[in-house]
């Protein structure tokens, strides 16, 4: 059974970058795309972007000039990072794999609040 | 970009069918995808590929798509089914994914 865990910080300040990691358990991240989803309190939710198991990316225009998503597949990892973030940001986080179009496995979810 | 609408909010009496609608420019000619979503936790997929259900998702939950419409259907409704359920496709113009607003289904 595949599974994913999101972990980072809780906490980032406005301005900074807030920089989470997935990890992979249960299956090859060699092959999939790996993405992030995201969803403000009491909001909808909002597809970030994806890493192919070769590295390519794709990202949600509203977000590109700011996120960066990058894999290490000897760790079974992949990562997000996004920039200049401010209160807007504050959501809780998850990654997900993607089989055909569709999201099938997800991690639990990180809060992550931007504040001073 | 490719836009999908969902009504927010749907209310139906147990035992009875609940529908929640999904709009979008020729929807019919996507594949469409449902995730449920309780409080606290992370999506789950209960109908891929407009009307296929993921091992372990009851019969009661069903899909449809066409035209400009998809459509989620809960049969025999029950309390636990009291949740938020998203819409989703791939845009391959764009190669994005795509969320539709969401739906909160209350449970009379």
């Known amino acids: 059974q595949v599974q994913l865990q999101e972990s980072g910080p809780g906490l980032v300040k406005p301005s900074e970058t807030l920089s989470l990691t997935c990890t992979v358990s249960?299956?090859?991240?060699?092959?999939?795309?790996w993405n992030w989803i995201r969803q403000p309190p009491g909001k909808g939710l909002e597809w970030i972007g994806y890493i192919s198991y070769s590295g390519s990316t794709n990202y949600n225009p509203s977000l590109k000039s700011r996120v960066t998503i990058s894999v290490d597949t000897s760790k079974s990892q992949f990562s997000l990072k996004l920039s200049s973030v401010t209160a807007a940001d504050t959501a809780v986080y998850y990654c997900a794999r993607i089989g055909t179009t569709y999201f099938d496995y997800w991690g639990q979810g990180t809060l992550v609040t931007v504040s001073s | 970009s490719y836009v999908l609408t969902q009504p927010p909010s749907v209310s139906v009496a147990p035992g009875q069918t609940a529908r929640i609608t999904c709009g979008g420019n020729?929807?019919?000619?996507?594949?469409v995808h449902w995730y449920q979503q309780k409080p606290g936790q992370a999506p789950v997929l209960v109908v891929y590929d407009d009307s296929d259900r993921p091992s372990g998702i009851l019969e009661r939950f069903s899909g449809s798509n066409s035209g400009n419409t998809a459509t989620l259907t809960i049969s025999r409704v029950e309390a636990g089914d009291e949740a938020d359920y998203y819409c989703q496709v791939w845009d391959s113009s764009t190669d994005h994914g795509v969320f539709g607003g969401g739906t909160k289904l209350t449970v009379l």
């Open positions: 249960g299956g090859s991240i060699s092959s999939y795309y």
């Open positions: 020729n929807i019919g000619s996507k594949s």
